[in-house]
Nanobody, 129 residues
């Protein structure tokens, strides 16, 4: 089992920034694909960003490109989501997810949400206008 603990959510004004963190358990964290998803009230889960095990390949949803940055620190078993230029439509619960695989994926590409094996509890991000 992999435990994911998220932090860093909160209330921010439009145009502001937040950094989300997700601390993960697991002996082989450095091979896991880590992703961020979000869900706004009344809407389905939406892909935000993902990163490969080595942290040298990333993928983003189009609406996040240029504003959000996913990164990881494998020594600390932690993945981050730096969110800049936040908009009210970014308001959602943000979830960290882990896809447990034994080998690194060299080049990230879009993967469906059901590829991920474990999910965090979510952290609320609210962007005021």
């Amino acid at each position: 089992q992999v435990q994911l603990v998220e932090s860093g959510g909160g209330l921010v004004q439009a145009g502001g920034s937040l950094r989300l963190s997700c601390a993960a358990s697991g002996r082989h964290f450095s091979s896991y694909v880590m992703g961020w998803f979000r869900q706004a009230p009344g809407k389905g889960r939406e892909f935000v960003a993902a990163i490969n095990g080595k942290g040298d390949s990333t993928d983003y949803a189009d609406s996040m490109k240029g504003r959000f940055t996913i990164s990881r620190d494998n020594a600390k078993s932690t993945v981050f989501l730096q969110m800049n230029s936040l908009k009210p439509e970014d308001t959602a619960i943000y979830y960290c997810a882990a896809w447990v695989i034994s080998s690194n994926i060299a080049t990230m590409k879009p993967f469906p949400s059901d590829a991920y094996d474990y999910w965090g509890q979510g952290t609320q991000v609210t962007v005021s206008s």
